[in-house]
């Protein structure tokens, strides 16, 4: 087989773009330092102003885009494979859009300020609480629209619900960062959101991983699965926490940023021979250049404006998802 | 060994009582053709050996109570060919099979030599070798359900349960998936399989277990099970009984009339 | 000419005419006895310059000590919240509104008879100059305005005469927002002997200044303005972030925003703190 051979060659060229696409993240800033010089900041023992920005705005900024993107891309092929459902995707599924609620109402309350684990752990909480209540709608023979419908019915109520929590806050400003919180970005974020949220990203993505031999056996439907030795109720605690605990925490610090769960996988699906084990780490990694991408291009197309991430991945994901229910009208119904 | 031995095993779903207390055992070297009317409970009870379903009573597989074994332990044992033939992404035949071979497997391991030994056999035997490299998914309905069928092969359990493998395949194949049942019977393995087709049940299986709601109403030889009396009162019909190469031929012909 | 200086000529010179073509009327008329003001910027201008008993309502943002420098006052004084038919009920013979806000209010109120007069926001001395002429006018209060322009030139006099350091300076504001060109922080910079960074930067306006560029700036002074609105929000992590923390260790400034968002003789201390304190930091 072809994809046979082409695997790990393609898992070569994503991985070098990944560190291509990270490095060159690091020279983007509006400060316009020199490629050398900003690399030399990075490591040198010195504190003036470019180490500064290398250190504490560029470094946080492009291991977050690479962190949050592979998280975006493995929790969409998880979702796909676990749900058999090309439409699955953290943002359409409600995922995103509820771990927004559970960041805002933990940063909005102050109680992220007096206790910083709250702010990862409530957008876990509402993440998981996404993904229960779309399974629970759909159950497990559920067909791909119910899930979309479900998808859509959670997106707008915690949308709403952020929406209401920022209304309500006595901060003028708060009212203003709906925004943030619907599109996404990594503008300003800190070494401090790195500590915050990575450990979580990668207790999820150990989750979702190691579900790769699982999701091949679902590809024959969840009862012949269960007869291949597939302990389903396993799967399912892993892929809903996983997904929860890494994009929990990546919305947590970013916001929600849509359509890389869905795009990436779809393009990988197939280079690697359709299998959704050899899905994970290649939309891992092509989730990491999408992210990393939009990041530099929004910084390139308006750097005084703060471009919001999610507008990017949206100008090219809302039109692939469009082409996608196109395509696959017939078997949605 | 006895493979599977069932015992006072009650299903409901949905609080509908759909199994009551059914009980029978499955010996190595039979193949054996479960049958009965939509609706008699084919399916349930295939769905509840596998732990597919809430049951009440008991199940033991390979001489071991399925209770007490995990997911892993019970497909080592038994294989299950499900009804709906679901292959949900654009894979090649040959991964589809060899997914047979992953209960087998520790961890990330590849397939070694004997895996493939055994995935190579399992497609020759339903000949679908030919389209190894394609994709499983532009595979026409009879050739999906072959290759699903390989795919239960290479799992290479004593037992084999198939939930209407015959539905969809042309004379050929369905007679060609019968031969290898039997000789999977011949090998030593057992297999059961819901089956609609009165006449393929009656010429191939070694024994037939007849279910009408919920019950066993008959469990024997083909010959003792399918009786012109059975078909009136289960299946409502009126069949024509004769016999080739010392086998026996069932053909239904009409409607019974309800006096009669 | 620089675009800000035009575009300071271009506002003086309408509020001139502005005031030219009421000033007739206004003597025929009697002086105004039931005021509301709808914009925080005028609340104060007229809580400063009315008479007793002249001054009706207040908006609600004037008794907020975060956006407004005179709470306690306004705290005398019914509140509204630049709603038609709350102020309709009120029954004023005059408006204040501010020209940025609820303008929806503004058309409807006008539509039903009132008389309403907009202000600009001051983006100089020489606006907050018209603007208390131009209230004093309209209240017919003209000595008490011309009381306050006198404090005012006083005080930018005494600015003049103290120290001009020329150090740097920029503001930096929730969300990384900075003042430019053209804005009342400038020339609360330039009336206190300081350059202002983003000015030199070719800001104009209110605009972002990414923390990346504010670095690379390295002002000499830092004029962090922050308000605690108790519940915090993400516009503020930028003053916070550990880049600008390391920054601002030694020469951050916290300024008194209320005094800054609105153009009023109170105006000047701001001016006074800031030079002030470039004379202590040296360095």
Redesign the interface.
């Known amino acids: 087989?072809s994809?046979d051979r082409h695997y790990p060659l393609l898992l070569a060229l994503l991985a070098a773009a990944t560190v291509a696409l990270f490095l060159l993240s690091l020279t983007v800033?509006?400060?316009g330092i020199a490629f050398l010089e900003s690399m030399k900041a990075l490591v040198s023992d010195k504190?003036d102003?470019?180490a500064?920005?290398m250190r504490?705005?560029?470094l946080p900024r492009a291991i977050l885009g690479g962190m949050i993107g592979a998280t975006l891309g493995l929790s969409g092929a998880v979702l796909q494979?676990y749900l058999?459902n090309p439409l699955a995707e953290p943002g359409l599924l409600g995922i995103s859009a509820s771990a927004s609620l559970g960041a805002v109402l933990a940063?909005?309350?102050?109680l992220?300020?007096a206790f910083a684990l709250a702010l990862p752990l409530a957008a876990l909480t509402g993440a998981v609480a996404a993904v229960l209540v779309v399974q629970a709608l759909a159950g497990q023979r559920g067909g791909a629209l119910i899930v979309i419908l479900a998808g859509i019915a959670v997106t707008s109520f915690a949308g709403a619900m952020t929406s209401l929590a920022l209304n309500l806050?006595?901060?003028?400003?708060?009212a203003?960062?709906i925004m943030?919180w619907m599109l996404g970005s990594l503008t300003?974020r800190?070494?401090?959101h790195v500590w915050l949220s990575a450990p979580f990203m990668l207790v999820g993505w150990l989750m979702l991983a190691s579900l790769?031999?699982a999701l091949?056996?679902?590809?024959?439907?969840s009862?012949?699965a269960?007869?291949?030795?597939?302990?389903?109720r396993k799967v399912q605690f892993l892929a809903v926490f996983g997904t929860a605990a890494s994009v929990g925490a990546a919305t947590a610090v970013a916001g929600a940023i849509g359509f890389v769960g869905l795009v990436v996988p779809h393009i990988l699906?197939?280079l690697v021979?359709?299998?959704?084990s050899r899905l994970l780490p290649a939309s891992a990694l092509g989730g990491a250049c999408v992210v990393l991408t939009a990041d530099i291009l929004v910084r390139i197309i308006a750097?005084?404006?703060?471009l919001k991430l999610g507008v990017l991945t949206a100008i090219v994901g809302a039109p692939f998802f469009l082409w996608l229910v196109f395509r696959t009208r017939r078997s949605l119904l | 060994m006895t493979l599977l031995s069932v015992e006072n095993l009650s299903v409901e779903l949905g609080h509908r009582p759909v199994l009551h207390r059914l009980g029978f055992a499955v010996q190595p070297g039979e193949f054996i053709g479960l049958i009965g009317p939509n609706g008699a409970g084919k399916s349930t009870l295939l769905r509840s050996v596998l732990n597919l379903l809430p049951a009440q009573g008991q199940v033991r597989l390979c001489g071991t109570d399925a209770a007490a074994m995990n997911a892993r332990q019970r497909a080592a044992c038994v294989a299950y060919l499900a009804q709906e033939r679901e292959i949900a992404w654009a894979v090649p035949v040959e991964m589809v099979v060899a997914l047979g071979r992953s209960p087998h497997r520790p961890g990330f391991a590849a397939l070694t030599d004997k895996d493939r030994a055994i995935v190579d056999a399992a497609m020759r035997r339903m000949d679908v070798e030919a389209f190894r490299h394609r994709i499983a998914t532009e595979l026409s309905g009879g050739e999906k359900a072959r290759v699903l069928a390989a795919r239960a092969l290479a799992q290479d359990t004593p037992l084999l349960l198939a939930d209407e493998p015959t539905a969809g395949l042309d004379p050929a194949h369905q007679i060609a998936l019968m031969r290898l049942f039997d000789s999977l019977a011949a090998d030593g393995r057992s297999v059961v399989a819901s089956l609609h087709d009165l006449g393929l049940a009656a010429r191939w299986c070694s024994r037939l277990i007849l279910l009408d709601r919920g019950r066993i109403v008959a469990d024997g030889p083909p010959a003792s099970v399918l009786t012109p009396q059975s078909l009136r009162a289960i299946y409502g019909v009126e069949a024509w009984f004769g016999e080739a190469d010392g086998a026996p031929i069932v053909h239904p012909l009409d409607l019974a009339t309800p006096e009669s | 000419m620089s675009k800000p200086k035009i575009l300071k000529r271009g506002l003086f010179a309408t509020a001139v005419l502005g005031m030219a073509a009421a000033l007739p009327a206004l003597a025929a008329e009697p002086a105004p006895r039931r005021v509301v003001s709808m914009n925080v910027c005028t609340d104060q201008l007229a809580m400063l310059i009315a008479g007793a008993g002249q001054l009706h309502s207040v908006s609600a943002l004037a008794d907020d000590p975060r956006a407004s420098a005179m709470s306690d006052e306004a705290r005398a004084f019914a509140v509204n919240h630049a709603l038609a038919e709350e102020i309709f009920l009120m029954e004023p013979d005059l408006i204040l509104a501010g020209t940025f806000s609820a303008r929806a209010t503004v058309g409807l109120l006008r539509r039903l008879g009132f008389r309403v007069e907009e202000f600009a926001p001051a983006r100089s001395f020489a606006d907050v100059r018209d603007n208390i002429l131009r209230i004093g006018a309209l209240l017919h209060r003209q000595e008490r305005a011309a009381e306050l322009v006198a404090q005012l030139d006083d005080g930018l006099e005494r600015l003049r005469a103290g120290a001009q350091s020329g150090r740097t300076i920029a503001l930096y504001e929730p969300n990384s927002y900075t003042a430019g060109g053209g804005t009342l922080a400038n020339d609360i910079f330039t009336a206190a002997g300081l350059v202002n960074i983003a000015e030199r930067l070719g800001v104009t306006g209110s605009t972002r200044l990414p923390l990346e560029q504010l670095i690379m700036a390295r002002p000499d002074l830092i004029g962090r303005s922050s308000s605690d609105y108790e519940a915090p929000a993400l516009a503020q992590e930028n003053l916070v972030h550990p880049a600008f923390r390391a920054l601002s260790q030694q020469d951050a400034i916290d300024l008194p925003v209320a005094k800054m968002i609105c153009g009023a003789p109170f105006t000047l201390d701001v001016a006074f703190m800031l030079q002030d304190a470039a004379k202590q930091e040296r360095p």
Do not use: K, Q
């Not at chain 1, 021979?273 to 959704?276: E, F, L, Q, T, V």
């Open positions: 087989m994809a800033g509006p400060a504190a102003g470019v500064l920005i504490e705005i560029r494979g058999r940063i909005y309350t102050g992220s300020a806050s006595p901060n003028p400003f708060a203003l960062e943030f300003d800190s070494m401090v790769g031999r091949d056996a679902l590809t024959l439907g009862e012949t269960a007869s291949m030795g597939i302990e389903l699906r197939p021979g359709a299998r959704p750097p005084e404006r703060d």
